[in-house]
């Protein structure tokens, strides 16, 4: 794109399209030369890290480093994690100019942040994900759905995220998080920071009006304060990561029921919150390893 373009109107009733990685895509990987531990000529695919200004009305709020393959999802998740934009907010337009790599959300709402601005945490996520002010407040009395989580569904889902096509195992150095129905993946989502590939998700439901509660959240990466207050803040009742965890994200997951379960892998798991939302059905026998060919980040680590 040579100029400014608008990537959408207002309104939130389209459906849902179902998001799935796209190794493949040329923007997103760059081939690279260097040698390996013998001295021999070695080439391999790396992502490609741009960034992205985001702008909300005429205010500057964050410049991002990402992949920046779903601007509008980004821009619209960024901005409700951070509570900057309102469940109810109207979005009249999202423009995206490719060339100076900025986003512009518009809403029909005058919004000032500047004193939130001020208060600025970096946060523990790769690629130093950034926290504004009062997202501790905007969590506490927070009531989760009730809903279960099949040790089937579990599964089925991690199988199928880890089996997929995607640019982690294309070129690696990279994050996902995935939206799930029962044991199906409807969202998959991949950025340098899981904070990204998060609120990529929240900008996808919150654009195309998706019901979370009966939905599990999946990551690649630790289980952090941040990702548990981004998916208590999207109303998600289930958080689930191949990683492990923090005693602070543990904490705050109990404080407000999220179910939690980290280091799954293969057929093991742990829950260190939100238990009783676990029906085991699932026969352990009938439950494979982990093949190395789709072992990532954090499996030996923990």
Not at 5 to 17: F, H
Not at 54 to 81: C, F, R, W
Not at 247 to 259: F, P, S
Not at 281 to 301: C, I, P, T, Y
Request: with cysteine; net charge negative.
């Amino acid at each position: 794109m040579n100029k400014a373009t608008q990537i959408w109107s207002g309104g939130k009733n389209t459906p849902a399209p179902r998001v799935m990685p796209d190794p493949k895509n040329p923007r997103l990987t760059e081939r690279v030369t260097g040698i390996d531990q013998t001295g021999a000529p070695a080439d391999i695919n790396v992502p490609v890290e741009r960034a992205l200004t985001l702008y909300l009305n005429s205010q500057e709020i964050v410049t991002m480093m990402t992949i920046n393959d779903y601007p509008e999802y980004l821009a619209l998740g960024y901005l409700l994690n951070q509570n900057m934009l309102k469940p109810d907010d109207v979005v009249t337009e999202v423009v995206y100019d490719d060339d100076l790599q900025v986003v512009v959300v518009y809403t029909e709402r005058g919004t000032n942040f500047e004193e939130k601005l001020k208060k600025k945490t970096l946060t523990s996520g790769c690629a130093q994900g950034t926290a504004f002010g009062d997202l501790m407040e905007a969590i506490e009395g927070a009531s989760l759905p009730h809903a279960e989580l099949r040790t089937s569904w579990l599964y089925q889902m991690t199988h199928a995220i880890n089996t997929a096509p995607s640019l982690y195992l294309e070129a690696g150095a990279i994050h996902g998080c995935v939206l799930c129905k029962e044991g199906e993946p409807v969202c998959y989502m991949e950025d340098v920071g899981r904070h990204n590939a998060v609120d990529k998700i929240a900008g996808w439901a919150w654009r195309h009006n998706v019901d979370v509660a009966d939905k599990i959240m999946y990551t690649t990466g630790r289980l952090t304060s941040e990702m548990v207050i981004k998916t208590v803040r999207m109303g998600i009742p289930i958080l689930v990561s191949r990683s492990g965890f923090t005693a602070w994200g543990v904490e705050l997951a109990r404080q407000v029921g999220l179910t939690l379960v980290g280091r799954t892998k293969g057929k093991r798991f742990i829950a260190l919150s939100g238990q009783e939302r676990i029906v085991f059905d699932q026969n352990l026998e009938f439950v494979a390893e982990e093949s190395a060919r789709n072992r990532r980040k954090g499996s030996d680590d923990d």
